[in-house]
């Protein structure tokens, strides 16, 4: 009985090592499938006519003469030791790039989340307790906005009007706030709609349910009862809904960082996709991998501790 947990502990450990290993060789083959020398486009970008013997002493300096196992096998000799690499294009390590640069995407993503998942909420209460009222009409039409307009004509209009027609903000030279502001916002405005409307279908379906009819029956009035009995609900129904707006944090910003001007992750990955930076498109997309393999864990974990409904907490 005794070494049954250790039993099951060692088998989580294996299973953990093994989904790693998944995972890193799934980012290694992904980036090197993709069409493009990382050689060639280097040289055609700089301008440099280079022949067949350049380009077979770059590709046996970057290690990229060598066979595809042994050049894994380095990737991952390299992590172990905290060496992501070097980046193609700037020739620093890999790690530094990306710690410099994660920051801004991190907090453009999670701040534009925090404001949508905060306004989308009330936003659908507002429609819940008035179903033909403007609040109502407003988080349908976000939702197709954000289904229809393309991210960049958001981007664009969001800076014309903040940064040049009220000048709230000086997205280039101003302070670290005022660069992020303009990125948030766009964030935030795609992802208040969605999370509305989920907080508001959350609500017509638990005033449905028996013990919101016992709630109305010991005298609360419906806004009431909602408000009080509706929160667990919509809570976890808005978990469900933000795993996978989580990508938001760490890649999902690009178009908004390039418009208005800030050195985020999401733009650099566009420029290493283009220049097929192997190193920093392998480590990026490990980072995905746990950063929402870890985010839907714990969403889960949440889920499972608030979840109102009796056979979802068993």
């Known amino acids: 009985m005794e070494t049954l947990p250790h039993a099951m ?17 799934a980012a290694f083959l992904f980036v090197r499938m993709l069409p493009g020398d990382p050689v060639d ?16 002493v770059m590709r046996s300096t970057l290690g990229l003469d060598q066979p595809l196992w042994l050049q894994f096998v380095d990737w991952i000799g390299g992590l172990s030791r905290l060496d992501g690499g070097r980046s193609l294009a700037s020739d620093r390590p890999v790690l530094a790039e990306l710690a410099a640069r994660l920051p801004w995407s991190f907090a453009i993503g999670n701040g534009g989340l925090l404001l949508g998942v905060t306004f989308g909420t ?3 209460y507002a429609s819940c307790f008035h179903r033909h009222g ?18 960049f004509a958001v981007a664009f ?10 000048q709230w903000i000086r997205p280039v030279f101003g302070s670290p706030i005022e660069r992020i502001a303009g990125p948030i916002l766009v964030v935030a405005l795609f992802a208040t709609g969605p999370f509305a ?10 005033q449905s ?5 016992t709630a109305l029956a010991k005298g609360l009035s419906r806004k009431r009862a909602m408000i009080a009995h509706g929160g667990r609900s919509v809570v976890v129904a808005n978990a469900a809904v933000l795993v996978p707006e989580l990508g938001w944090a760490v890649g999902g910003t690009a178009v908004s960082e390039i418009v208005f001007g800030v050195s985020g992750l999401s733009a650099y990955i566009v420029e290493a996709a283009a220049s097929r930076d192997y190193a920093v498109l392998q480590l990026y997309l490990v980072a995905i991998f746990v950063w929402l393999g870890t985010a839907h864990g714990c969403i889960t974990a949440l889920r499972s501790r608030i979840d109102p409904r009796p056979e979802v907490r068993r």
Request: charged share 15%; hydrophobic share 60%; glycine share 6%.
């Open 197 to 206: 409307r989920v907080t508001f279908g959350t609500l017509v379906a638990v």
């Open 209 to 213: 349910s028996s013990w919101f009819m």
């Open 122 to 124: 009330l936003l659908g």
């Open 157 to 166: 209009l969001v800076f014309w009007l903040v940064a040049v027609e009220l």
């Open 134 to 151: 403007i609040a109502s009409a407003f988080s349908r039409m976000l939702v197709i906005a954000s289904q229809s307009i393309p991210s």
């Open 9 to 25: 502990r060692g088998r989580r450990f294996l299973e953990g090592v093994a989904f790693l290993f998944l995972v890193l060789a």
């Open 41 to 56: 486009i280097r040289l055609q970008s700089s301008m440099v006519a280079g022949d067949e013997a350049t380009a077979a």
